[in-house]
């Protein structure tokens, strides 16, 4: 019956054709636009719109922090019950298994991301116009930031050159090995820093700076410290960048793309979403879920009570450094000079990450949750200045350099220079990675700082050496592979 219907349908479509085919006013009216992915890109403007869109996905990069954090000792997964999204918690504890919706998002979305600036390079010859060289700049600087993101979680990962990815190509294009995505993304950042603006065209897209920090990180991450000295070098000698002077008003609304900020992910509360599509939000997802469960008071707005800072991480700090109360909400004390009142969820600590917890006043439309507009602080001038005093110092380049600029951060955090640090060697490197810890805690990047110097196995809980280095390619993607890709040691 199925079939018969739509044999019907297909002889009157036909037959409509045929009897308006005969009529003048068919023959006069005008063409009905349309415009498929093969025809597009004619135009300045149909560049800039698929530029918009490949960072689009980077709003979504909300989760790579929240887990960023939770996998690593600084903070517990939270949350209202041991069943609250329950990939957060299997990450918390290192019982995550390929099944994780959490993590096939992230996967999802980075790809989404490598895709779209890969649908910009794969016509990036189609038209000519003035200043197309920053337009595909800042692609390839997108496909950078996105394969990096990648990399970091899941290890080798499929390659494609300057074309998109399509269905069936996960049965024949292989997982590259780790050393040649780094330098398909150290081939897109060098030729990012030679092609883009010193100053951005519109706040919150790649610079020139951005291309060198983020291109330092990966050399760090590589360990290769020569070059990753020199181009951190090339971010400080800019003088593009300073420390703010207050580290209490970097994370404020106020303190959005200042001078401390070399690459901010944009977010807005000026449009909702709702869970069925979580990427879909125009705010920081991560915020609400960061909020304190049931508030009132002061400040902040509630939420979830996700990504709660541990006793460990409070109690890590120095005495006198100003920035622990910045980093971490001491909720019973907060409360108590507060005249606040709060709940408490699952594995609730007392402490919450105050960088990132939602601010009163803000519009939040459609959820206040899901549309918080606090930006994602990505690269920090400090964070440079730190992965700099790392690539000299465990280069064996220049432990004064090192020291230098180690004592930058810690004279903002301390107020003045009696907590200098003069050490050299193997106990200085031990001072910086403390250091990035206390200056970054919230931020994203204490698990990966933790694998990639070899010290997550004795500072993280449950973590099992060669398997929790990387996590599980999603279940979906080894099934649908049919046989070509491997699953990651361990699971």
């Not at 399509?166 to 990012?192: C, F, H, N, W």
């Not at 910045?326 to 004390?333: D, E, G, Q, Y």
């Not at 990505?378 to 004592?407: C, F, S, T």
């Not at 200056?439 to 990639?452: I, K, N």
């Amino acid at each position: 019956m199925k079939n018969k219907i739509i044999k019907i349908a297909c002889a009157l479509v036909v037959f409509a054709t045929v009897s308006i085919s005969c009529s003048d006013e068919f023959v006069d009216r005008d063409p009905v636009y349309s415009i498929d992915s093969e025809n597009y890109f004619n135009s300045e403007a149909d560049y800039n719109q698929a530029l918009i869109a490949a960072y689009d996905l980077l709003q979504a990069s909300y989760v790579n922090v929240l887990l960023g954090e939770i996998a690593s000792d600084n903070t517990l997964s939270g949350g209202e019950s041991a069943n609250d999204v329950i990939g957060f918690q299997q990450v918390d504890e290192m019982t995550h298994t390929p099944v994780n919706s959490n993590l096939r998002d992230l996967w999802n979305w980075m790809f989404a991301g490598v895709n779209r600036a890969n649908y910009i390079l794969e016509f990036k010859d189609k038209t000519d116009f003035e200043g197309k060289e920053q337009i595909i700049a800042e692609a390839r600087f997108l496909r950078a930031y996105y394969q990096f993101e990648l990399v970091k979680w899941f290890g080798p990962i499929p390659l494609k050159g300057d074309e998109r990815f399509k269905l069936g190509d996960e049965k024949t294009i292989p997982r590259s090995p780790v050393s040649e995505v780094y330098a398909a993304m150290e081939a897109d950042l060098q030729y990012a820093v030679a092609n883009l603006a010193a100053v951005a065209p519109q706040t919150g897209r790649a610079t020139k700076g951005a291309a060198q920090a983020l291109l330092g990180k990966i050399y760090l991450y590589q360990n290769k410290f020569v070059d990753a000295a020199n181009a951190l070098q090339d971010v400080i000698d800019s003088n593009n960048y300073s420390l703010v002077s207050n580290y209490n008003t970097i994370f404020e609304n106020t303190g959005e793309n200042g001078t401390e900020s070399v690459f901010e992910v944009q977010y807005s509360d000026g449009e909702g979403a709702g869970f069925g599509c979580l990427q879909c939000s125009e705010g920081n997802v991560a915020v609400g879920f960061n909020g304190i469960r049931n508030y009132s008071g002061p400040l902040f707005d509630s939420g979830y009570s996700f990504n709660v800072p541990t006793q460990q991480a409070y109690d890590a700090y120095e005495v006198g450094d100003n920035r622990r109360d910045v980093a971490i909400l001491n909720i019973v004390t907060f409360a108590a000079a507060n005249n606040a009142s709060y709940g408490t969820g699952y594995k609730h600590t007392g402490f919450f990450n105050r960088k990132y917890l939602p601010r009163q006043g803000d519009l939040n439309i459609g959820d206040q949750n899901l549309t918080n507009p606090n930006n994602y602080r990505a690269i920090r001038y400090a964070d440079v200045l730190l992965m700099a005093a790392e690539a000299y110092n465990r280069g064996g380049i220049d432990d004064n350099a090192a020291k230098l600029y180690l004592n930058q951060v810690r004279r903002r955090a301390f107020g003045d220079n009696n907590h200098d640090i003069n050490a050299s060697g193997a106990a200085l490197t031990d001072f910086i990675l403390a250091e990035r810890r206390y200056e970054l805690m919230g931020e994203g990047h204490r698990f990966f700082d933790l694998v990639r110097t070899g010290k997550a196995a004795q500072a993280i809980s449950g973590f099992t050496v060669d398997k929790n280095e990387l996590f599980p390619i999603p279940i979906e993607e080894i099934q649908f592979s049919n046989g070509n890709w491997q699953q990651n040691p361990g699971y």
